[in-house]
């Protein structure tokens, strides 16, 4: 599982997998102060949120570890934090492994601190990042996501807090606990949030109660002794059985710890009820393990008998592993001790530089020691978790005997049914997960159909009641003087490019020289393909004079223009092109009848220029009517210019 982008974790260590993470942060850690002072409110917190917690947790047991918490007075005493930070806080971690209903009891338990102890912040998260949003994930806003989401999502109240990028666009951890603090009505997420997290949590504590399994197992003696005395120590078991490898199985094939008398000594096997989470079930019952040698097993006729006896071998086998491996490793057993909880509280700077055996000194240390003494025994769980080796010796030093176990009436199994009903669990979540998202899909497209029937309402309204058929020349002449260069071009892949000069002053005297010599030799009465020579071969520097300036260079231009547009008159004078147009005032005067007019009335008529802009708007719309509604190049260039035409009020369809 890799690493989500949402962390900035400064270390080269990797977050760990199937872990969750969460601080507390009370709203007085903002504040400065001293260091006494802030350690003695954050153990008060801390004790008071154990103790808040315990009813809750006592009858269960964890896969890996406890659920707990510890001070953090600085960064460099929060290892587990993705966000470094200097505010004096509460962290824990909490190590799930396959067993999801243990990180979302953690959630669980949060969100009755965050409602038990309103004055406080708090922030959770695993190796994927924000999981809560996962949760939530169909009615989150658009613009959160993985990237934005860092130092925004947190429980407060009992509620779902996301600080709205609008009043903290990059949050900081300390601005984003100061936003909580001041306006945190404003961070409260949404009641679709809030009811799809909180129906995810609705269930526990009976959720994770029911998640526990009681089973009758047969177990060497020793090992009953151990788990009467420490219970919890089946998941350390279980956790050395399904995570053995190699070197780990040599020792279950002596099994010199909990199974030291051997094979001849049958008694040692007694029949015990284990409590373990339905995850530890499943990972016993569904691996094949074949009994060491020296392990005594009973006969396969007895089959109630012998299931029994298979599924206490793999916790002894477990047992064994986990004790011997982690005695090589070196564990002390020793849990935190008092003396590294001092130096820690030294290293913090918690005596402030008081002298040893002051006044001062002393009361401080009296604070702490009762503090240590409150908290050992909450703590005593993750201690025995984090260290088993000495509690286990401790144990086993003890007197008993098989005796201590006969005679004791062992309860039936819990049935195992929802190992295998499984499936219909899965497809009942499945389809949760289903009707969630076809309620999303239908929401959002009827929001899509609603917004397009009110653009579709008002650009009808808008275009029956206020177009200006003018927008369209309006448009079309923006649309021309548009320069586009050739990046804006679209031209094939494979084409040459080669670089074109062209002179433009010289291209536009031979323009007019050509224009000039045809008006001339039409003029003179003479055939056009008669004339000699080439205008091309003429310069028309030479006809330039340079003692006439600026005026004599407008009177070229005048004659120019004059010359091209007779010429282009002379052109169109014989086809009917010249009648498709509507001239100046033709379309708004009455027309009088062709024979009627006079020669200097038709002599005007030709002369009258053309309206370029009703023409476009006449054949643009006769373009767009012969469409008949689909698409085509007058929609599509009217479209362009951001233009939209209201229905044709003669199409009946």
Known sequence: ???????????????????????????????????????????????QIIDFVSPFTSPYIWQHEPFSLSIALSSSSCACT?????????????????????????????????????????????????????????????????????????????????????????PSLVSSLRFLIERGN??????????????????????????????????????????RHEPLLISLAVEGFYDRDIDSMKHAAKMEKFLSKGREEEEEIVLVLVKMSRAMYGQLVQQKFQAPSCYPMPS??????????????????????????RRKDGEDGKGISWSKYKENLEKNGYFEGLLSGSKDYKRLMENAEEYYQKSSSFS??????????????????????????????????????????????????????????????????????????????????????????????????????????????????????KEVNLDVDRFMKDIESMLGSQTRDNQAGDDSDSSEGSSMDMDFDDFEDDSEGEESNEDAKESFEESYYGVMNEELKNSTLEKSFEHVNQHSS?????????????????????????????????????????????SNLLGLMGLQLPKDSNDKN
Request: proline share 5%.
């Open 1 to 47: 599982m890799a690493k989500s982008s949402l962390f900035s974790d400064t270390t080269t260590t990797r977050l760990p997998d199937d872990t969750v993470f969460f601080s507390i942060f009370p709203d007085s850690s903002s504040h400065s102060g001293a260091v006494s002072e802030t350690s003695a409110a954050l153990q008060s917190l801390h004790l």
């Open 82 to 170: 993705d966000t470094p930070t200097t505010l004096p806080h509460l962290h824990g971690k909490l190590k799930y492994g396959d067993n999801l209903e243990d990180e979302w009891f953690a959630v669980f338990l949060l969100f009755r601190i965050s409602a038990a102890f309103p004055s406080n912040s708090i922030r959770v998260w695993d190796t994927d990042g924000e999981f809560l949003l996962i949760e939530a994930a169909f009615h989150l806003p658009r613009w959160l996501n993985p990237e934005t989401s860092l130092n925004r999502v947190f429980i407060r109240g009992g509620d779902l807090h996301i600080v709205p990028r609008s009043r903290l666009p990059d």
């Open 186 to 227: 404003e961070s409260r997420a949404s009641e679709t949030v809030q009811s799809a997290l909180k129906t995810r949590v609705s269930d526990y504590p009976e959720r994770a109660w029911r998640n526990m399994h009681r089973v009758r197992v047969r177990v060497p003696v020793s090992v009953a002794q151990v788990l």
């Open 300 to 325: 396969v006729s007895d089959r109630d008998a012998y299931i029994e006896a298979e599924l206490g071998m793999k916790i002894a086998c477990g047992m064994e592993m986990m004790y011997q491996v």
């Open 380 to 497: 005593r769980t993750r201690d025995i978790m984090s260290a088993p080796v000495r509690r286990i010796d401790e144990v086993l030093a003890l007197p008993y005997s098989e005796d201590d176990f006969k005679g004791v009436e062992v309860p039936v199994s819990d049935s195992d049914s929802w190992l295998y009903d499984g499936e219909d669990e899965l497809n009942s979540v499945l389809q949760e997960r289903q009707k969630e998202m076809e309620f999303y899909s239908s929401k959002k497209e009827s929001k899509k159909k609603a917004k397009e029937k009110q653009e579709a309402g008002s650009s009808s309204d808008a275009n029956m009641n206020n177009f200006d058929l003018g927008d369209i020349s309006k448009s079309m002449q923006q649309f021309i003087q548009k320069v586009s260069s050739y990046e804006g071009a679209e031209v094939p892949d494979n084409r040459d490019f």
């Open 590 to 634: 009455k027309p009088k009848e062709e024979s009627s007019k006079t020669l200097d009335e038709k002599k005007d008529d030709e002369f009258t220029p053309i309206d370029a802009d009703f023409n476009l708007v006449k054949n643009l719309l006769e373009s767009y009517s012969s469409q008949q509604g689909l698409p085509g190049p007058a």
